[in-house]
């Protein structure tokens, strides 16, 4: 099932990624940040994020060909991103920065509600994900952000990519030389 949020061109897809798939994810995730010894985010407080790991850039070229679907657009894939939240953590209102041009935003596990907000042209569009939901958005265009997270851990995958013959198409990798590599 898909939600279209026409205003915003914001779309909502149920249950593209299976709670097992979650799972196999979320241990990766967890795996990663205790053998790292549990780092900060660089710019979220009480959280671990980590960029471009190969289980989740294998997600973001599995991923391409249904947001390709969902875009109506032929894109290359820039970067993806791991987060885990903690209580308290909060994602401060902002838009992505160009290789960020079509951003989706899977939910892994979630203890409870921890939307996520939108705003275009004094319109607000609150939207929460269960398990296994992506949320595709035009991240350059859409500011968004999150509230205060209440409950104690929240994982959070965020594949990012930019239309092939679009104005960012030189942002295919990220600028990298290849997928899972550290950025410039």
């Known amino acids: 099932m898909c939600t279209q949020y026409e205003f915003l061109m ?11 798939t979650c799972e196999v994810l979320c ?3 967890e795996l990663m940040r205790v053998s790292m010894g549990n780092p900060p985010d660089p710019t979220i407080n009480n959280a671990f994020g980590y960029y471009s790991p190969v289980f989740l850039e294998s997600l973001l070229l599995w991923m391409q060909p249904e947001i390709e679907n969902k875009t109506g657009k032929k894109l290359h894939p820039t970067y993806s991103y791991g987060r885990i939240y903690g ?15 079509y951003g989706v935003t ?22 929460e ?18 509230e205060p997270y209440q409950g104690t851990r929240h994982i959070q995958v ?27």
């Open 10 to 20: 914001i779309n909502v897809v149920k249950q593209v990624i299976n709670k097992q």
């Open 27 to 29: 241990n990766s995730m």
């Open 87 to 101: 209580h308290g953590s909060e994602l401060e209102r902002h838009t992505d920065r160009p290789s960020g041009e």
């Open 106 to 127: 899977c939910c892994l596990e979630k203890q409870c509600n921890f939307p996520i907000f939108f705003e275009r042209e004094g319109h607000t569009i609150e939207i």
């Open 129 to 146: 994900l269960d398990v296994g939901d992506i949320c595709i958005y035009k991240g350059i265009d859409y500011p968004h952000w999150r």
């Open 158 to 184: 965020f594949l990012m990519y930019v239309d092939r013959s679009g104005l960012y198409q030189d942002y295919k990798w990220d600028k990298r030389s290849s997928l899972c590599q550290p950025p410039n």
